[in-house]
């Protein structure tokens, strides 16, 4: 087997190579990288991305792994599909491609709770990411299994993996737990063996390099295109202190890692969309590389904005800046998919979602006297609806109110099947109603995905507390888990089979509800959402993501092409949070559009 010298210690390294390089097979060696999450690609598209990858001049790929993905229930292990790293792993191998792997246990990655699973809250006590003996627990039970996993496709074992992350930006987090990060150490040299390359990566602060990094993990910074290089990697340097800093510029080859470089940016709903001027990326890139730096290029990812892929416009496509990046690298030709306009698509009405429940959640609802949240049913992600009675008439407009901001995160309210409007986290915590007593009170709350960063990491979902209807508490609830990825990708509703009766345009005509249609002709698309309300769109079964178009900065949908078939009609159906029209209209287009950005991208 191959023998990659950039092993043990920092000071092995160093001691092996005299000369602050990494060395691999015996020869200096300097990585250019970028970052792809198999977890938001397609499975089908991952040999192509990973070839347009090593077409773009890249010798490594980074690689983070979701711990929720593959434990989303504690103690059940889905490595199959779409979840399938080895065969990720693999293509990477044969592409020709090295692996930096990044298994967490917390990654960030703008993803759900930063990978850590959301059962992890069922102890409303856990500290997360430290020396918590719960969480240590879980987080020793998951390593075992993936770690084992790994350990063939290390490089020193014959595999494509050269070095491997221990946590991530732990600098940044409040614990600064030495415990915790000795924890890690301990469990990844025990499953890896000890001659694996173990790094950590942090912001480029003193204070984020003192908590984040631990002896015998070399430690590495991350930072985009608005700092100082020079300042940067002399700070990196008073921490992995081998060479004067004069150095760097000498050696061909120094251990400089920036293992974020922030070649694009994510968009939060209601931004304007973010982008990185092109020009200065390539500049910076070709400063770092001349500097002998190894570089990891955080690009070409789905965003917290579902699909908005990181100032990229084709997920998958060569942008401008991977072509720039690219002459930098020095190569090859430009290599893009065909997208196609194939029009307006019109939905019909399947019906309201508090008519649906029998079909949306089949098991039935969950009697409790006060609310629960998603974590204490075990119905981690989507929707719950609540249901109660008003306790008395309430002929006037009187104060529904979530005391202490504990809506996590949107909640549609109806009474008697007449919609009354949004509760949201942060934003609205009061509306009125009016109604009868005993009419019925139906709340859809909607976790729109848990904080993946800082201090607020523990996100409880659902209604976190009593709701108030003017002096009275709610009690007695029926809470619904609504199971719509289950159901639709089940087959559920028969597209084309469903006629519902028009309604006249009334207050009562608004309000969560489902619709589907049909899309004959296929290929790759963006889907077009040209109505204000918020919702979810799946395309055969498969959950494409959120839209909504009045907050943006989002207007459209990526269309994978690999979801579409050529032969069969395509079913579409969606779920339309806040307005209820007879139907609805979408629009296949062969391009993106978010707004701020100019309207339509050119
Ligand atoms: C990775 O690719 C190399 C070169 O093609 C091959 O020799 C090696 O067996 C592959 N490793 C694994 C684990 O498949
Ligand atoms: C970065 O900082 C160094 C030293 O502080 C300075 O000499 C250099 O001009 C700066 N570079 C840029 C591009 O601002
Ligand atoms: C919701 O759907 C149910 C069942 O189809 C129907 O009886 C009810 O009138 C609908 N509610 C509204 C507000 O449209
Ligand atoms: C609720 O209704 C009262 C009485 O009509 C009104 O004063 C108040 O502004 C309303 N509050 C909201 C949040 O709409
Ligand atoms: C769409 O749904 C119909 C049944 O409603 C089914 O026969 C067909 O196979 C589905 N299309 C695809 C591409 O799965």
Not at 227 to 253: D, S
Not at 371 to 379: A, D, N, Q, R, Y
Not at 388 to 408: E, F, V
Not at 482 to 511: C, M, Y
Request: aromatic share 10%.
């Amino acid at each position: 087997s191959k023998n990659l010298n950039t092993v043990t210690t920092t000071s092995d390294v160093l001691n092996r190579s005299g000369s602050d390089c990494f060395l691999k097979d015996g020869k200096p060696f300097q990585y250019i990288s970028g970052s792809i999450h198999y977890s938001r690609v397609p499975r089908s598209y991952w040999k192509d991305r990973l070839t347009k990858m090593y077409m773009s001049g890249l010798n490594a790929i980074q690689v983070y792994i979701p711990w929720n993905f593959h434990e989303s229930e504690q103690g059940v292990f889905e490595f199959e599909g779409e979840k399938d790293v080895e065969y990720f792993l693999n293509l990477a191998n044969q592409t020709g491609l090295l692996v930096i792997l990044r298994p967490g246990p917390y990654i960030c990655a703008e993803w759900e709770m930063g990978g850590l699973p959301a059962w992890l809250l069922h102890n409303p006590n856990i500290i997360l990411r430290s020396a918590d003996s719960d969480y240590l627990q879980a987080v020793s039970d998951w390593m075992a299994v993936l770690l084992t996993k790994m350990r063939p496709w290390l490089y020193q074992n014959g595999g494509n993996i050269i070095s491997v992350q221990v946590e991530n930006e732990y600098g940044s987090y409040f614990a600064c737990d030495y415990n915790y990060l000795r924890h890690l150490r301990t469990l990844f040299r025990f499953f890896l063996g000890e001659d694996v390359f173990l790094f950590t990566t942090d912001g480029n602060t003193d204070k984020e390099l003192i908590c984040g990094t631990l002896e015998g993990l070399y430690a590495t910074i991350d930072f985009g295109t608005d700092t100082n290089i020079t300042t940067a990697f002399k700070r990196q340097r008073r921490f992995e202190p081998k060479g004067p800093p004069g150095e760097i510029y000498m050696w061909v080859c120094v251990l400089q890692v920036n293992s974020e470089f922030y070649t694009g940016w994510l968009d939060h709903w209601g931004d304007k969309h973010a982008s990185v001027e092109t020009q200065k990326v390539s500049r910076m890139l070709e400063d770092m590389l001349s500097m002998g730096a190894s570089v990891n290029m955080w690009v070409k990812v789905l965003t917290i904005v579902f699909s908005a892929d990181l100032d990229s416009r084709f997920p998958g496509d060569p942008t401008d800046k991977l072509l720039a990046i690219r002459d930098v690298i020095k190569n090859v030709r430009r290599t893009s998919s065909p997208k196609f306009s194939y029009g307006f698509v019109t939905l019909k009405k399947v019906g309201n979602v508090s008519g649906l429940l029998d079909t949306l959640c089949p098991q039935g609802p969950v009697q409790s006297h006060h609310p629960l949240t998603f974590e204490e049913i075990k119905h981690y992600y989507g929707f719950m609806l609540y249901r109660t009675l008003l306790p008395r008439n309430i002929p006037d407009p009187t104060p529904l109110i979530s005391p202490m901001n504990g809506i996590h995160d949107r909640a549609y309210v109806s009474v008697n099947g007449v919609y009354q409007g949004v509760l949201e986290r942060d934003v609205t915590l009061v509306m009125n109603v009016t109604g009868r007593q005993g009419d019925q009170l139906d709340i859809l709350v909607e976790n729109m995905g848990r904080v993946n960063f800082g201090n607020k990491i523990n996100d409880y979902k659902g209604l976190l507390g009593n709701l108030i209807l003017g002096n009275d508490v709610l009690t007695d609830w029926l809470i619904f888990p609504l199971d719509l990825d289950a159901v639709i990708s089940g087959g559920w509703p028969q597209a084309g089979g469903i006629n519902v009766p028009p309604k006249p345009k009334t207050k009562e005509g608004r309000g969560p509800a489902v619709y589907s249609g049909i899309l004959k002709t296929p290929g790759v698309a963006w889907e077009h959402l040209s109505q204000n309300s918020p919702g979810q769109v799946w395309i055969n079964g498969v959950n494409l993501g959120r839209y909504w178009p009045k907050r943006g900065p989002q207007q459209t949908l990526y269309v994978p092409g690999t979801l579409l078939s050529p032969s069969l009609p395509n079913n579409i159906t969606m779920l339309e949070l806040e307005s209820e029209p007879d139907h609805l209209r979408v629009l296949f287009m062969d391009r993106p559009q978010s707004k701020g950005n100019k309207g339509i991208e050119k």
